[in-house]
C-alpha cells in the first residue's frame, strides 16, 4: 500500500505535535518498504524538518495539495512536469502566495477586519496560536503557495468570504485552526498524482491507497483513497465524507488513533511492533 496521512491532528498529536505512540509503527513500516507520504496543509521547510525527525524519506504534498516533493534517490529522473528543486523534484499544482495576498488585499475591506492573516502575524503570535516553537513557527512562516487565515468574524460572513474567493478563482480549506486560501487543489487531487506515478514506476504493481486525516481539509483525499481513516480529534467534530465505502473510524486521537486503525486494517502481528518498543 502507499499511506497518505495528515500530519497535525493525525501522525501528530493535535497540541503536543507529538508522534510517539506512532513511532514503532513507522519503524515497521520503514523496513517494510511501506511508503508513509505525509499530505498536510504545512510548508515544504516544516516538511523537510519534520521527516528528518519520523526518520521519513517518502514523497510528501505540501501545502494542501499545492506542491508534491520527491526525492531524487527514489525517483532519479525527473518524472513529466517536475521542477528540479535541489535534492528533490516539485510538481506545482498551484499558483505562488503572492497571488493569493494580492486577491485578500483586492478583498472588500470589510472582510479585512474579521480575519488575521499569516502575513499579518508576528513569530511570537504564530507561537502563542499554535503552541510550535519558535524555530517551528519560523518554518511554518515560510509558505510558498497559499496563506493560512485566523477567521474571527462569525459563520455567515465566512460563508460570504469563502464564496467571495471562490469567484475569483481561489479555494479556502478548513485546517484544524486556520483557514488555507489557495488555488483551487487540494490534497485529494495531489495524492491522484503521485499514486498513478508510482503506478507508471512500477507497471506491474497494483498500489492501494490508505489515506488517514482529522478535518474538512482532507475529505478530498479521503474519498479518492482506496480505504480512508478518519482520525478522532480531543478539538473538533469527525468531517464527514460522502462516497467512501472502505471508512474506519479510530477510537483514540491523533497518533494513538493513527497506530491503532492502522494495526488493524493491515493486520501488522503484534510482535512485530514489541520489539521496536523495546
Ligand atoms: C497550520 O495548519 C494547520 C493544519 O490543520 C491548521 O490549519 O490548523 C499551518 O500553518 C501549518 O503550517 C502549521 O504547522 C500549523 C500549526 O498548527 O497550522
Ligand atoms: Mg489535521
Ligand atoms: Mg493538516
Known sequence: PLIFTDLDGTLLDHFSYSFEPAQALLSYFDEQQIPVIANTSKTCA???????????????????????????????????????????????????????LDLLHSLKPSFQSLYTSFSNLSIEQLVQLTGLTTEQAERAAQRQFGEPVLWHGNREDKLLFIEAINELGGNVLQGGRFLHVGDAVNKGSAMQWLKQLYSNQHPDKDFQSIALGDSQNDVDMLELADHAVVIASPTHSAPSLQRQHNLNYSKAYGPEGWRETLIQLLDIPAQALLEREK
Open 46 to 100: 516544516e516538511l523537510i524538518h519534520i521527516r528528518k525527525e519520523i526518520n521519513n524519506s517518502a514523497p510528501f504534498i505540501v501545502e494542501n495539495g499545492a506542491a508534491v516533493y520527491l526525492p531524487k534517490k527514489l525517483f532519479p529522473d525527473c518524472p513529466p512536469d517536475c521542477h528540479d528543486d535541489g535534492a528533490l523534484w516539485r510538481y506545482q499544482m498551484s499558483r505562488p502566495r503572492a497571488h493569493w
